[in-house]
């Protein structure tokens, strides 16, 4: 499972610097934290459940399997 903790608008990447390096980056917003959605991405046991809209304090239960399961029809 792969998710940010906050989005803090603006991150720009200007150029990788290759396999092993940082890229350069500069900061093009506030810096700071917004209230904007971020990605959750998941593979693999239970992966089908990270769909749609979640709230941030669904990903504890995701995380150690308490989240309940969809209802097939």
């Given at each position: 499972m792969v998710v940010a903790d906050h989005e803090t608008n603006g991150l720009d990447v200007l150029?990788?610097?290759?396999?092993g390096r940082l890229p350069d980056v500069r900061w093009t917003g506030s810096g700071?934290?917004?209230n904007r959605d971020?990605?959750?991405f998941?593979?693999?046991v239970?992966?089908?459940e990270v769909a749609?809209?979640?709230d941030?304090?669904?990903?504890?239960s995701l995380m150690t399997g308490t989240f309940p399961?969809?209802?097939?029809?």
């Open positions: 150029r990788g610097n290759g396999k700071g934290h917004t971020v990605p959750l998941a593979w693999g239970g992966a089908p749609g809209t979640l941030n304090t669904d990903i504890f399961r969809k209802r097939m029809p």
